[in-house]
T-cell receptor
Framework: RKEVEQDPGPFNVPEGATVAFNCTYS??????FFWYRQDCRKEPKLLMS???SGNEDGRFTAQLNRASQYISLLIRDSKLSDSATYLC??????????FGAGTILRVKS | GAGVSQSPSNKVTEKGKDVELRCDPI?????LYWYRQSLGQGLEFLIY????????KSGLPSDRFSAERTGGSVSTLTIQRTQQEDSAVYLC?????????????FGPGTRLTVL
């Protein structure tokens, strides 16, 4: 089983749609969780951290379910510019991040 | 301010040659990471440097891979006797302080192609 698993997609959605991605992780002792965004042929960039209580940043909402060991990202009112690969990232131990393979989102007009 | 820079941006080499990839982290960042990303795959952790501590080399795939960080700043990743399966984008990231893994800033990467 992979340490961090994501549905690779692609998710093809129209502008304005709401879309959600899930990610599961294997290590129950993991402490920190993040979503990164990676545009085609670009480096990953931090989108948001994921806190136990859930957190929201504009149109983006991240949630953590420790009992089921999954993380989710909800994007409301999708924009064309949201098209990218979304990487689920988990800090398994120390300062080592484990990246999922990513979920591709394509927002179409 | 300046971000993480990497050089070269692209490197094409022949199988069996050695290559050196360079990373200049953000000034003042104490933590430095190397990852590689193969086509359509997630990022694979390679090695981590934190200050003067011994590096975490647990992600290096073979003894052909090595890395050093001189003076707590610039890092070089060396791949000896390159193989075709080494072809990937090699990404470097830096972080301002230990324990703040959410603040990793990535460089643009070096795209390595081994023919």
């Amino acid at each position: 089983r992979k340490e961090v698993e994501q549905d690779p997609g692609p998710f093809n959605v129209p502008e304005g749609a709401t879309v959600a991605f899930n990610c599961t992780y294997s290590n129950s002792a993991s402490q920190s969780f993040f979503w990164y965004r990676q545009d085609c042929r670009k480096e990953p960039k931090l989108l948001m951290s994921v806190y136990s209580s859930g957190n929201e940043d504009g149109r983006f909402t991240a949630q953590l379910n420790r009992a089921s060991q999954y993380i989710s990202l909800l994007i409301r009112d999708s924009k064309l510019s949201d098209s990218a690969t979304y990487l689920c990232v988990v800090n398994m131990s120390g300062n080592k991040l484990v990246f999922g393979a990513g979920t591709i989102l394509r927002v179409k007009s | 301010g300046a971000g993480v820079s990497q050089s070269p941006s692209n490197k094409v080499t022949e199988k069996g040659k050695d290559v050196e990839l360079r990373c200049d982290p953000i000034s003042g960042h104490t933590a430095l990471y190397w990852y590689r990303q193969s086509l359509g795959q997630g990022l694979e952790f390679l090695i981590y440097f934190q200050g003067n501590s011994a590096p975490d080399k647990s992600g290096l795939p073979s003894d052909r891979f090595s890395a050093e960080r001189t003076g707590g700043s610039v890092s070089t990743l060396t791949i000896q006797r390159t193989q075709q399966e080494d072809s990937a984008v090699y990404l470097c990231a830096s972080s301002p302080q230990i324990g703040r893994t959410d603040t990793q800033y990535f460089g643009p990467g070096t795209r390595l192609t081994v023919l």
